[in-house]
């Protein structure tokens, strides 16, 4: 995999290159950009090396074994830690619950493999304005929802925001569709920020929705 360093294996939790010599799994000592994760060596050209240390016959790829991987991708893919939900903006939560929706959205319909204008216009209708309202109305009729949830909901149909996203314009469906969409993403947004377990819960609760959709 690295031709032109000379090594044949490489650790990325240290932060150094091993040897082939050096068959043996380093711990993070030093401190390394890969908190809490188990290192191990990996072999780019003949065997791999398992987290043992013994070779497993197989050809050995970069990597990082763990039990941390997903909460550290959510902490890559969320604010900073120092962010406060509570006194974000309706726009700033609604801003990132827009994109948290679109990526679960087009990850459910990017397979089987279909045609782009296909997968496109099928993002599209899910994630405009009025199917979000149509969803959240559902939401909240099935959904049990906290005094902080259905708070963070009224902000959201209160707020002015400039509309900007594609086929989310103010006049598609009357401001009370637009709004309903801007309270859907901000609650997406700020269960993201605050309380990944309950953002999980809601985005179950969505998935089961659309499967419904899907079959009629």
């Not at 400039?162 to 569709?177: D, V, Y």
Request: aromatic letters at 10%.
């Amino acid at each position: 995999m690295f031709p032109n360093l000379g090594f044949s294996h490489v650790s990325i939790c240290s932060g150094m290159f091993w040897t082939q010599q050096q068959r043996f799994r380093p711990r993070l000592n030093p401190p390394s950009p890969f908190p809490k994760a188990e290192c191990f060596i990996l072999n780019d050209a003949t065997s791999g090396a398992d987290p043992s240390g013994e070779s497993n016959g197989q050809e050995g790829e970069l990597g990082v074994r763990g039990h941390h991987d997903l909460p550290m991708f959510f902490e890559f893919m969320s604010p900073d830690e120092s962010a406060k939900p509570d006194q974000m903006s309706t726009s700033s939560l609604a801003y990132l619950g827009d994109v948290v929706f679109e990526l679960f959205v087009r990850s459910r319909y990017v397979w089987p493999n279909r045609r782009m204008a296909d997968i496109q216009n099928k993002v599209v209708s899910i994630v405009r304005a009025e199917s979000q309202s149509k969803l959240l109305q559902k939401f909240i009729e099935s959904f049990p929802l906290t005094s902080t949830e259905q708070g963070i909901l009224a902000r959201g149909r209160n707020a002015s925001l400039t509309a900007r996203k594609k086929g989310k314009s103010a006049n598609s469906g009357g401001a009370s569709t637009f709004q309903n969409s801007t309270a859907f993403e901000a609650l997406l947004g700020y269960t993201y920020m605050s309380d990944k377990q309950r953002f999980n819960e809601i985005i179950s609760w969505m998935k089961l929705e659309l499967d419904e959709l899907d079959t009629t």
